[in-house]
């Protein structure tokens, strides 16, 4: 590739030159080794064992060098420069962010560091470019961010476009190199929170955690356990209690309250009773609980690093949703989400409309593998839930009387090619109010009558599509602001019409729905949930396999 960039004499110079022939430390002399390393298509830039990722990096170096002047970017004739002492600590201090600093070539440029031949010097030039672009990738895009791995499990969308070249340029340009670096990385709150409660629970593997818990009988408020003392310590070792450590074997008033912050920041029922599943949570290791912070840290940086002025985040895995304004949370509410068999998607798309008193128009999937079966056992399923039949899902589409098939005639191909619609009213399985962000998955927000179902600390029965525990307050959340005054009594209003209205919000609402098992809320305080669709286990194997 270089040699249409370099002169006949001058290539000949340098592969005359002697493995064992050193330099005098000149501008010259340094480009002249430079480009003797770039030429060595197989010279190994980092540890001999290297993965395809690394390979596929070291392909951006001759044509970031031939772009750049062929020379060196990070070192002169006396030694590594500034930035070239920016970005190794960088590099060095990467596992704050839940990333690996031996992935970046740590040990060999700490030997190269204090180098004083031009080879050595040129080694560790192209070690720190290197080293940027690996850098650069994971921290925009996450270490497994690939169409090779496992897309589901990954994200819902193409892994971006990756430009080592221009990141080099702009990172050689900067005038603060610490901010260009910082920049790299997610911005936002979640993120930054989550970064900070790593080294908490270092410290906290460092000085040897905590033992686990004993299982056994349930223990209830003001009963006497020989555990208690031993809950008392694991609570008071992760900071759910400030009281010093007691013998006493009472579950007394001051235990049950850390239990019960305990349990709301562990995705469990906050009933302050000490069973079978909050035991198994204590028992989660400190060493586990850091491996979850990488993870969901790796997970963010999937994620648009901006997440933007107004937004709302939908977490599938806390069940959850927060509508954010300036990176503080002014609503939340509790959602539930799809089950393991309909996972919902996750995604980012912004939100358009409002569509109360929505008609429900019911998928393909269910009509065939619900429906069918309950119209076999009953004909009049569909009138008494009052839901339309239609020939077929165009717009011309002929309505039919229900009661006029025979409905164990019908195969499920068929079944699937009608247009089942529910009119609105209060048995519409999208209660009152939908909220529409058009996208391939067919999925959106909405309300729904199963209310009791949000009283569950576990909330995923959906078939894909996120129910809403306090849908007009999302509605309000959405149209502050606008010219005209949006308030709960108005909605209110349009829904006792029981006509459809659509409401188009002034400005699409970014909606980022994502899977997060270990998240920080309001005050940065961590919450870790179940992995109900086994996502983590999978994640830990693509990060940890090493």
Known sequence: MLNTLLSVPFLLYVLLLSPGTGLALTAENLNLVLCDRLEQCNADFSD???????????????????????QPLWVTKDGHGEKAGILFSVLKNSEMDGLVPEQYNVQRITSLWNGKTAEELIELDTLLTLSFIMYAHDAQNGRVYSESSKPVLIKSKKAPEFDGLMLVKAAISSLDLNQFLADLLPSHK??????????????????????????????????????????????????????????SPVYDEALVQAVRQFQLRHGLTSDGVIGKGTIAAMNISVENKIKKIILNLERWRWEAHDLGKKYVLVDVAGFTLEGIVDDAVVLEM????????????????HIQYIDINPYWNVPPSIARNEMLG?????PYYLNSNHIRLFSDRTPEASELNPLSINWKEISLKKMGQFKLRQDPGKWNALGAIKFVFPNSYNVYMHDTPAQ??????????????IRLSSPLKLAEFLLAGDKEEWLMDRFKEIIGTGKRTVIRLPSPIPVHITYQTVRSGQ???ISFYPDIYARDQQLEQLLFKE
């Open 48 to 70: 001999p064992q290297t993965d395809n990722e690394s390979n596929n990096m070291r392909r951006w170096l001759p044509v970031i060098y031939a772009q750049t002047g062929l």
């Open 452 to 465: 009791s179902l949000f009283q569950r600390s576990k909330r995923d029965f959906s078939h894909g599509c």
């Open 374 to 378: 309950e119209l076999r056992k009953n």
């Open 523 to 525: 005050n940065g305080v």
């Open 190 to 247: 979640y993120y930054k929170n989550l970064r900070a409660a790593l080294p908490y629970y270092r410290n906290l593997a460092a000085t040897g955690g905590w033992s686990s818990i004993v299982p056994g009988k349930t223990i209830h408020p003001d009963e006497q356990d020989s555990r208690i003392p031993a809950i008392w310590k694991r609570l008071w070792i992760e900071g759910f209690i400030k009281s010093a450590i007691t013998d």
């Open 334 to 349: 509790a959602v539930i989400v799809g089950t393991q068999e309909h996972e919902t998607p996750l995604f980012t798309d």
